[in-house]
């Protein structure tokens, strides 16, 4: 970083503190920035909570300034209005060296005053008048970087803005902290048979994660016990009217971040039935062929064996027979198949389970992402002379 970089701002649009997987994100990206020395002002939608409290919440050291700012519900207005928010919140303060964006919104309002920043995008732009915003965005002066959480997020961006420079594109998939195994409080007793292979599966209930064919791979594997955390209630109550009759099926409902591990911890094998089509918040669109899961990275970092479903963007993380097993997302034999062998096979189980572990804390950290993103800031920005001493 050359020195250079001291004091960020972080612009979302999340609700902090949430259960969704971009408030998980933000929140231990900005606990990784502090780590490692700089300031963090993240900026971010109601409800308040004190840093401690957030911490608490997600399982973080919380060192870092949180302002919150209105997003009112008005249709096609309410972005705009926490932009401008945005912006005023950051002119009452000292300019940061570096702003990092999640929002198209406030990063438009601030990024009119030639302050480095970087955007990072989960999706591409939903819509055409989106597509024009990032792209006016992209041409301004303050320009450094584009994060993208896929290689395949990557092309498909590039595409859309053929004149984006190579070195400014860079991928960084999610990441997780490292866990140490010895130091995990395991959580409350669970329920279910002592000595029956655990399965788990950790976090969104919604249209295109798997659970139905979860729910059916528990019928056919009635001496294995399957726990499912993670909300939010209403789906979780449909699919609790689905398994009444399985009594290998626990569901535990939302499990707050700061002591999900606890409960990972006490699982044999991990799932992520992932299907052709993952939906965003709300059942719409399909992020299946960009997609960086939250889970396959807190999976790994508890280094437990992984069956996940075998889609192209999932193999830049997962190899299957090296780190995790695979399987056609709609097969509930193979899928069936792949966790009874595992459970008569524990050697192979344990195997998986470190190799996973291992290249998770070699490549897949926060602070590991944060240190990428950083390094590549700087350089560019030390190219183009742009940016504060």
């Known amino acids: 970083m050359s020195g250079k970089i001291h004091k960020i701002a972080y612009l979302s649009n999340s609700k902090i503190p949430s259960a969704e997987a971009n408030a998980v994100h933000v929140v231990k990206m900005c606990a990784a920035f502090t780590a490692l020395g700089l300031e963090v002002s993240l900026f971010a939608r109601k409800p308040r909570l004190s840093s401690s409290e957030i911490g608490e919440f997600y399982g973080v050291q919380a060192s870092f300034e949180t302002v919150y700012c209105p997003w009112p ?40 005053d030639g302050v480095p920043f970087i955007y990072e995008a989960h999706q591409p732009p939903a819509t055409v008048f989106h597509r024009r915003l990032l792209g006016k965005i992209l041409s301004r002066s303050g320009f450094v970087a584009l994060v993208v959480i896929s290689r395949r997020l990557g092309q498909i961006l590039t595409g859309i803005y053929p004149g984006l420079p190579k070195e400014a594109l860079v991928v960084a998939p999610d990441g997780a902290d490292e866990v140490d195994m010895g130091a995990v409080v395991l959580e409350r007793l669970l329920p279910g048979r002592s000595k029956a292979l655990r399965v788990g599966y950790a976090g969104s209930f919604t249209a295109g994660r798997g659970i139905g064919l979860l729910l059916r791979v528990a019928g056919s594997l009635p001496r294995v016990d399957f726990h499912l955390f993670g909300g939010p209630d209403y789906p ?60 396959i990275f807190e999976y790994m970092a508890v280094g437990k064996a992984i069956v996940c479903s075998d889609l192209p963007v999932i193999r830049e993380v997962l190899s299957d027979g090296d780190n995790a097993l695979l399987c056609p997302p709609r097969d509930e034999t193979a899928w069936a198949e792949a966790i009874r062998f595992l459970g008569e096979n524990p050697d192979i189980r344990r195997r998986l389970g470190t190799k996973a572990r291992a290249i998770h804390a070699a490549r897949f950290t926060w602070r ?6 950083l390094s590549v800031a700087a350089e560019r920005r030390d190219r183009s002379g742009n940016g504060p001493d």
Not at 75 to 91: F, H, N, S
Not at 249 to 262: E, K, T
Not at 368 to 373: G, I
């Open 73 to 112: 519900r008005l249709r096609g207005l309410g972005g705009w209005i926490y932009g401008r928010a945005v912006q005023r919140e950051l002119a009452r303060r000292a300019a940061p060296d570096l702003i990092y964006a999640r929002d198209l919104y406030s990063l438009w309002f601030a990024s009119r």
């Open 368 to 373: 590991q992402r944060c240190r990428k993103v």
């Open 236 to 295: 979780v109550k449909g699919y609790q009217r689905r398994a009444e009759h399985h009594e290998n099926v626990h569901f535990h409902g939302f499990v707050p971040h700061a002591v999900l591990n606890g409960y990972l911890a006490q699982m044999d094998v991990l799932v992520a039935p992932y299907q052709p089509r993952v939906t965003l918040k709300g059942n719409r669109g399909d992020n299946s062929g960009w997609m960086s899961p939250l889970k």
